[in-house]
């Protein structure tokens, strides 16, 4: 029970946020695609909910949805969630609203989630083997094809179909493999020397998950989600409406 709660919240981070977006943008660069212009980061962390939402509506059999649907189920105002489709192609009808099914390609294809790429993750421990053996991953476009850690209890051992290998195999096995994500779950004090490696062997774009605030050259996106940090803000809100019922 424990363990499924645990990926149940791994899923729901990546519903409401949109690290993978920035990422895989970096990913687009590096395959020569083209990338669509710069977007508010709040916009595109709104955008995974829309999806979500969207997703919901086209199970249930509706056609068409209004910007103040949308805006009602994300508690924000209606012109806030025309403004941020605007930044992709979806046009909507007047009177009548998006079409769902339109909205939930394109902004899948916006997002990046319907084009897998390679990943590397460092750190097969409880979180790391959690995002291993999470198949949605592959929903959003992320593909994991290694995993690397120090600890010989589980270095050889598959999570999904995924081997993890010892950290000293992260170089030839980048080289083979050009995987251009890479994923640190590993304790805090090592991530800034595991991005330092990632760095020099070709990686894109890392996914620290870790409270550590790495360094790496500016060519490569770092995007950050701490479970603690949400913990934190979580803990923070229920013991200030307990001071409040006081």
């Known amino acids: ?58 199970k249930k059999g509706q056609e068409f949805v209004s910007s103040t649907q949308i805006a009602n189920y994300m508690n924000i105002d209606p012109t806030q969630v025309t403004k941020d489709l605007s930044y992709t192609s979806i046009v909507g009808k007047t009177r009548v609203g998006y079409e769902v099914k339109a909205m939930v390609e394109i902004l899948s294809n916006f997002l990046g989630f319907t084009v897998l790429d390679q990943a590397f993750l460092v750190g ?27 600890n010989p209890a589980i270095i050889g051992k598959k999570f ?21 994500i890479g994923i640190i779950t590993v304790p805090a004090e090592f991530a800034q020397s595991v991005a330092d490696l990632m760095a020099a ?32 803000i979580i803990f923070n809100k229920i013991h200030h409406d307990r001071e409040k019922e006081i």
């Open 1 to 58: 029970m424990i363990r499924v709660k645990f990926l149940q919240i791994v899923r729901n981070l990546l519903n409401v946020i949109s690290n993978l977006r920035c990422i895989k943008e970096i990913a687009m660069v590096h395959n020569s695609k083209k990338v669509i212009s710069a977007v508010p980061e709040p916009s595109l962390r709104r955008m995974p909910a829309y999806l979500s939402f969207s997703e919901g509506l086209l």
């Open 124 to 150: 097969a421990g409880s979180l790391g083997s959690a995002l291993l053996l999470d198949d949605g991953l592959e929903n959003f476009g992320l593909d994991i094809v290694a995993a690397f850690d120090i």
């Open 160 to 180: 999904n179909d995924i081997e993890v290998f010892h950290i000293d195999q992260f170089r030839d096995l980048a080289q083979e493999m050009k995987a251009i």
């Open 201 to 232: 062997w070709g990686v894109k774009a890392i996914w620290n998950f870790t409270p550590a605030r790495i360094k790496v050259p500016d060519d490569i996106v770092v995007q950050n989600t701490s479970l603690y940090a949400n913990l934190a």
